[in-house]
């Protein structure tokens, strides 16, 4: 079973890939349209275009930069260089370690500090400035993010020792669970406690898209909750209190102007929220 699915990951198809993106996206498209938990009175349609916009830019750097990544894996492997190459672990541990490892040095890490270096944060933003957050926002990431996510990546991969077949499953995981955790979805409580033992739910990630701090300076979580809970930025409050949206990019140009949004990270910083100011949910 587990050489199965090494073997898969190992030679998937671009095509493979791609079916899991847009099967995912239409999944919980439809999902959203059955149960939704905020208003779908908004225009769907346009708000769809923007964000698979997006979706499509960070597509073309991945596809750019994708040699990159794999020659990185590569020089590891060759090297024994990396955590999982200085280590003799059975296939399983191998497996689940590595995806751990990925997660947060590929992905929770990266995201904090997006957060926390402004020029980061002035592209990253514009994945936060969606007013209407659902299974697409998931890959409204500024071209320029994309680059910087990719780079983590790839830094990643090289001290997580990861082969190229653990990276594809870690990404495959990633596109699929990042579109679950951004989804419009009424989750019962009793499945979120559940499910939020181990993976970032959407009730859990709804939060970290909350228009003011504290709350989007929580929850960065990707596949796994643990990180959250460890680095003490974990939060659970009602996601019915929650306003989608950046305080301090809350115009429509701001939000729904695909130029404007492109040109936010070489504009003057507009400073957020203070945490004296924040509100209580």
Same mark, same amino acid.
């Given at each position: 079973m587990l050489e199965n699915i090494i073997d898969y990951f190992a030679n998937i198809p671009s095509?493979?890939?791609?079916?899991?993106?847009?099967?995912?996206?239409?999944?919980?498209?439809?999902?959203?349209?059955?149960?939704?938990?905020?208003?779908?009175?908004?225009n769907r349609i346009k708000h769809a275009y923007i964000n698979i916009f997006f979706t499509v830019t960070t597509i073309v750097v991945n596809f750019l930069l994708a040699f990159v990544l794999v020659?990185?894996?590569?020089?590891?492997?060759?090297?024994? $260089?990396?955590?999982?190459?200085?280590?003799?672990?059975?296939?399983?541990?191998?497996?689940?370690?590595?995806?751990?490892?990925?997660?947060?040095?590929?992905?929770?890490?990266?995201?904090?500090?997006q957060h926390h270096v402004v020029w980061m944060w002035k592209f990253h933003v514009i994945h936060h400035t969606d007013q209407h957050v659902d299974t697409t926002t998931a890959n409204r990431h500024h071209p320029g993010e994309s680059i910087i996510r990719f780079i983590f990546a790839i830094?990643?991969?090289?001290?997580?020792?990861?082969?190229?077949?653990?990276?594809?499953?870690?990404?495959?995981?990633?596109?699929?669970?990042?579109?679950?955790?951004?989804?419009?979805?009424?989750?019962?409580?009793w499945l979120n406690k559940t499910l939020v033992l181990v993976f970032c739910t959407p009730n859990m990630h709804r939060i970290h898209h909350h228009y003011k701090m504290p709350y989007s300076d929580m929850n960065y979580?990707?596949? $796994?909750?643990?990180?959250?809970?460890?680095?003490?930025?974990?939060?659970?409050?009602?996601?019915?209190?929650?306003?989608?949206?950046?305080?301090?990019?809350?115009?429509?140009?701001?939000?729904?102007?695909?130029?404007?949004?492109?040109?936010?990270?070489?504009?003057?910083?507009?400073?957020?929220?203070?945490?004296d100011e924040k509100e209580e949910l």
């Open positions: 095509s493979h890939r791609t079916a899991i993106l847009v099967g995912g996206l239409t999944l919980f498209s439809l999902i959203e349209s059955a149960k939704p938990l905020m208003s779908l009175s908004y020659k990185s894996s590569d020089w590891a492997i060759e090297n024994s $260089f990396g955590i999982l190459q200085w280590t003799h672990l059975p296939t399983i541990i191998f497996l689940l370690a590595g995806l751990l490892l990925l997660d947060f040095l590929g992905a929770w890490l990266p995201h904090w500090v830094l990643a991969t090289i001290i997580v020792g990861a082969p190229m077949w653990l990276v594809f499953l870690y990404q495959s995981l990633s596109v699929v669970l990042s579109q679950f955790n951004h989804a419009n979805v009424t989750i019962p409580s979580g990707n596949i $796994f909750s643990f990180w959250d809970r460890l680095f003490s930025t974990y939060s659970s409050v009602d996601n019915k209190k929650l306003i989608y949206g950046v305080d301090t990019y809350y115009e429509a140009n701001d939000y729904d102007n695909i130029w404007q949004m492109l040109k936010i990270p070489f504009q003057p910083y507009r400073k957020s929220i203070t945490y």
